[in-house]
T-cell receptor
Framework: GESVGLHLPTLSVQEGDNSIINCAYS??????FIWYKQESGKGPQFIID?????DKRQGQRVTVLLNKTVKHLSLQIAATQPGDSAVYFC?????????FGPGTSLSVIP | EAQVTQNPRYLITVTGKKLTVTCSQN?????MSWYRQDPGLGLRQIYY???????DKGDVPEGYKVSRKEKRNFPLILESPSPNQTSLYFC????????????FGPGTRLTVL
């Protein structure tokens, strides 16, 4: 079936560096995309979202980029901190459903 | 405190023994959803509900039932659990629709022997 996938299952970055997590989606009906952060033992938490009529959206230290031509989504984290260590999921919303990618584990090296 | 609660948090059961995992939210949200999380597969939506008495299948509904008799509660029912339903389950709610920010519960770790 249609799915959202991630290019990198694990990512290690040095504290203070920028992190980039990538995601590919396949459902053409999706017009809304979200990034979630999941810390160990907890449920996912909303980070940032973007609608299909936008290419870029910025939050606090995070930026989401959307390339509809190649169905690609990325999450950029500026000045990565130890507290950013977690699993990051992209998700898309075709119709009323929610489809998550398999996740990328981000490890921050102090 | 605004939250989504799930019970139980951990459950070990045997094949075929019916079980219910409860989910409750105190935010007056209309949209509620159940997910299962398995290694390498991320979260997959089982069922969702747009409002009271309105439920729809997600991507992996087989072997599960849900009900939405009240706005705040959205129980997940496994009539005859099987080992392939061993997983981590999350309930989530959002204000009106799936495109509103979803708030997740703490998760229920289910093991079916």
């Amino acid at each position: 079936g249609e799915s959202v996938g991630l290019h990198l299952p694990t990512l290690s970055v040095q504290e203070g560096d920028n992190s980039i997590i990538n995601c590919a989606y396949s459902n053409s009906a999706s017009d809304y995309f979200i990034w979630y952060k999941q810390e160990s033992g907890k449920g996912p938490q909303f980070i940032i979202d973007i609608r299909s009529n936008m290419d870029k959206r910025q939050g606090q230290r995070v930026t989401v980029l959307l390339n509809k031509t190649v169905k690609h989504l990325s999450l950029q984290i500026a000045a990565t901190q130890p507290g950013d260590s977690a699993v990051y999921f992209c998700a898309e919303n075709p119709y009323d459903k929610v489809i998550f990618g398999p996740g990328t584990s981000l490890s921050v090296i102090p | 405190e605004a939250q989504v609660t799930q019970n139980p948090r951990y459950l070990i059961t045997v094949t075929g023994k019916k079980l219910t995992v409860t989910c409750s939210q105190n935010m007056n949200h209309e949209y509620m959803s159940w997910y299962r999380q398995d290694p390498g597969l991320g979260l997959r939506q089982i069922y969702y509900s747009m409002n009271v008495e309105v439920t729809d299948k997600g991507d992996v509904p087989e072997g599960y039932k849900v009900s939405r008799k009240e706005k705040r509660n959205f129980p997940l029912i496994l009539e005859s659990p099987s080992p392939n339903q061993t997983s981590l389950y999350f309930c989530a709610s959002s204000l009106v629709r799936s495109t509103d920010t979803q708030y997740f519960g703490p998760g229920t770790r289910l093991t079916v022997l």
